[in-house]
């Protein structure tokens, strides 16, 4: 029951941010133009991506992909059996996360911080014990609002002063 704790205002947020964002892209896009002014805009990109895809669909239907729901199958039988392994053994090194994560785009860019993450909880689990580790836990968490607030500063004032500014990395 303690892990809860977060899962309500974790969806309130993801609620807010959904609608905040929707609206924030619906001025940008009609106040600014989406196709004069925004054309190296990253969102754009986003969007097209996404329905492009589903203008495929739907206009040129195509058979089942079997390779491609064979290799998801395997992914996920495998997902699950590093799920099962750390059930079993808590001291897995394996993460099932940590495969579903590792072939992403991001990965490239993240690779260091998770690195680093990992690396300082492996000395605080070693040297200072798991109650360290917890009492450092709150500490880590501000390190990832912190990233996002001022992220999100930078956002609100390259909105207000109208200039580009720092690009937050989604």
């Given at each position: 029951?303690?892990n809860?704790n ?8 993801c609620?807010i ?7 924030a ?7 600014w ?22 203008d ?6 195509q058979s ?11 992914g996920?039988?495998?997902v ?7 059930k ?13 994560v590792?072939?992403s ?8 911080s ?24 709150p500490?880590f ?9 001022i ?6 004032w ?6 580009e500014?720092y690009?937050?990395?989604?």
């Amino acid at each position: 029951m303690k892990n809860l704790n977060l899962l309500y205002p974790i969806l309130y947020a993801c609620a807010i941010g959904f609608v905040s964002s929707f609206f924030a892209f619906l001025y940008i896009f009609n106040t600014w133009g989406l196709v004069n002014k925004l054309t190296n805009y990253y969102g754009i990109y986003l969007a097209a991506e996404a329905f492009n895809r589903l203008d495929r669909w739907l206009t040129q239907p195509q058979s089942p992909d079997f390779l491609s729901i064979r290799h998801f199958s395997y992914g996920f039988l495998f997902v699950s059996f590093l799920f099962g392994l750390k059930k079993v053994w808590p001291f897995n090194p394996f993460h099932p996360v940590g495969y579903a994560v590792a072939g992403s785009w991001t990965m490239s860019h993240l690779w260091f911080s998770v690195f680093l993450s990992w690396l300082i909880k492996v000395f605080l689990l070693k040297f200072g014990g798991l109650k360290i580790y917890k009492t450092y836990i709150p500490f880590f968490l501000g390190l990832i609002v912190g990233e996002f607030s001022i992220g999100a500063l930078w956002i609100f004032w390259g909105i207000i002063s109208k200039t580009e500014v720092y690009r937050f990395f989604i």
